[in-house]
């Protein structure tokens, strides 16, 4: 017969008789299992050490769930009441077989159930319950968080009265300390981030606090906030940001930084005043999300074979263009991180700094004191730099130092808006850099857009021949007769919109001597864009015919990014 828990950990001399008494006592009265009594009554500080010794007593495997990575698919399929209710959940699925940790595998009760729930066969793994908790508050959706507050915040029963003033400012002082905000702020925050947002939209109209996350580069409405809070939830964000809760007629511009799990995430907040109050929107920069291997970004092989070989150049210019949110800011810091060694001195001027990489020297734009990209710059050239990346080229002053390091033994990355990467070059001219200047200095642009994906979830097959946007494409009618189109219909997990994630959009062109020949001749952008297709560039709409053509996205899609 199996040792008791008890009496391992008192043979393991873990615990005394006496405590092992008092923690029993305290199970009974309570009704928790005999590790959260040991703990609560002091016997165990750590958690850990019930979990391996629960593991030792029952011959199974433990598990850390600290710096795991978890799939929502493979969550979803316990529901979050059951998760929260028996401290589990879902880590693996393989073919039939699903892992589960949980704090109590001798349970077999609900482990039965969750093998009716979800028709697997269930392989318990024994895991620290505050890490089971914790993984159950960053990994399940909104449903345990937003949803519940704001249910129980309607339950007070707000009026909203005709004409009602802001209330006043010791007013809202005491009610941002209150629970209910707090944990709203939080858990929206929090839910954004569970959802891949980029941005968090409050914004404040008549009667109306309406709150949207951008997702995969779209603005969402969510259900709208509480408007007798308007004004508490708006100052809750500014002290978190560090901003000045009494300034409501000046914008102000602050940061968050917050810990979730194993992740830390900064957010740039920035408050507006509107007629109706102020809007705060929240820019979330989630270093995990952020791609760096440049292989995996489905640049085209040609074009990445160029992209390696323009980097691996001692001096000159790369520069990366698309419209603002493309990736622009991801690329450029992919390309630093592989060149990011010991022995190279790497400078940036940003603004702001989104991102904070180990071993390269970033700086701040600071507008107000003078410190701009073209100060920055100059500076730069008398730090010994052998990469020097510029967030964005804007002006004649900036573009000319640029282009002076670039030709004079140093690798400069850039950006610029405009709508491809021939018509980068003809920018540069019209900026007033001499063409021969911009020839000599530029090794290649890297043009970019970001599309929307169909979700796997809810993707089904449509007829080509009625969607309505078929005719804009031009395609001849034997690849219009073996087209495939799918779309996606909507569902929980797109929040109905049929999208979920994006990949890029990229056009690569290199710089070679028949492009120069044309720049020094100043031609128009449309004659550098026919060379280089004739020296096999795909360009963006080729690229984004290429992911529908897979199934990837949609017509409209293929439209809006390469038009």
Request: net charge neutral.
């Amino acid at each position: 017969m199996a040792k008791k828990l008890g009496e391992i950990l008192v043979e393991h001399e873990m615990i005394t008789k006496e405590q092992l008494l008092v923690g029993l006592k305290y199970q009974t009265v309570h009704g928790v299992m005999l590790g959260e009594a040991l703990i609560a009554t002091k016997a165990i500080i750590d958690g850990d050490v019930i979990t391996s010794f629960l593991a030792k007593q029952l011959n199974a495997g433990v598990m850390s769930l600290k710096d795991l990575e978890f799939d929502p698919d493979v969550v979803n399929l316990v529901p979050y009441d059951i998760a929260q209710k028996y401290t589990l959940i879902p880590v693996n699925k393989t073919n039939k077989m699903l892992v589960v940790a949980i704090s109590d595998p001798k349970n077999i009760f609900i482990l039965d159930a969750v093998k009716f729930l979800t028709g697997c066969s269930v392989k318990p793994i024994i895991a620290n319950p505050k890490e089971i908790q914790d993984a159950i508050n960053l990994n399940y959706a909104a449903e345990s968080g937003v949803d519940t507050i704001l249910n129980d915040l309607k339950s007070e029963s707000f009026e909203i009265v005709p004409g009602e003033k802001d209330p006043e400012p010791e007013d809202i002082a005491k009610e941002i300390s209150e629970a209910p905000v707090v944990k709203l702020v939080n858990h929206l925050i929090l839910d954004a981030v569970r959802k891949n947002a980029s941005d968090i939209h409050i914004e404040i109209y008549q009667r109306v606090l309406r709150l949207r996350y951008r997702l995969d580069g779209r603005l969402i409405e969510m259900s709208p906030l509480p408007y007798r809070l308007r004004a508490s939830v708006i100052s809750r964000i500014k002290i978190m940001a560090d901003l000045d809760i009494s300034e409501r007629r000046l914008p102000q511009d602050g940061r968050i930084k917050i810990k979730t799990g194993p992740k830390t995430v900064d957010i740039r907040v920035s408050t507006i005043p509107t007629i109706f109050g102020e809007k705060v929107v929240m820019r979330i920069l989630d270093a995990s999300n952020l791609m760096l291997n440049m292989a995996d970004f489905g640049i085209p092989q040609l074009g990445l074979k160029q992209l390696k070989g323009a980097l691996a150049a001692p001096y000159g210019m790369i520069l990366v263009t698309g419209p603002t949110g493309s990736g622009k800011t991801t690329t450029l810091y992919s390309a630093l991180s592989s060149l990011n060694r010991p022995d190279v001195n790497i400078m940036t001027a940003e603004d702001p700094v989104e991102y904070n990489i180990d071993g390269i020297n970033q700086v701040n734009m600071h507008h107000e004191i003078s410190l701009t990209f073209a100060s920055a710059l100059r500076s730069f050239l008398r730090q010994d730099p052998d990469i020097i990346m510029v967030g964005e080229i804007r002006d004649l002053e900036t573009a000319e130092i640029a282009v002076k390091a670039a030709l004079t033994g140093h690798l400069v990355l850039s950006t610029l808006h405009t709508n491809d990467s021939a018509s980068t070059l003809t920018r540069l001219i019209d900026m007033g850099i001499d063409p021969f200047l911009a020839a000599s200095s530029v090794r290649l642009i890297i043009a970019q857009r970001l599309i929307r994906l169909i979700c796997t979830n809810c993707k089904e097959q449509i007829d080509s021949s009625k969607d309505e946007y078929i005719s804009f494409l031009n395609l001849p009618d034997h690849e219009l007769n073996d087209l495939k189109l799918y779309k996606g219909k909507g569902c929980s997990q797109c929040n109905n919109t049929g999208f979920k994630g994006r990949c890029g959009l990229y056009e690569v062109l290199p710089v070679t001597l028949e492009i120069q020949n044309l720049i020094n001749q100043k031609v128009s952008a449309d004659v550098i864009q026919k060379a280089a297709v004739k020296n096999n560039m795909m360009t963006l709409r080729q690229c984004a015919l290429e992911k529908m053509k897979k199934g990837l996205t949609t017509v409209e899609e293929v439209l809006g990014a390469s038009t």
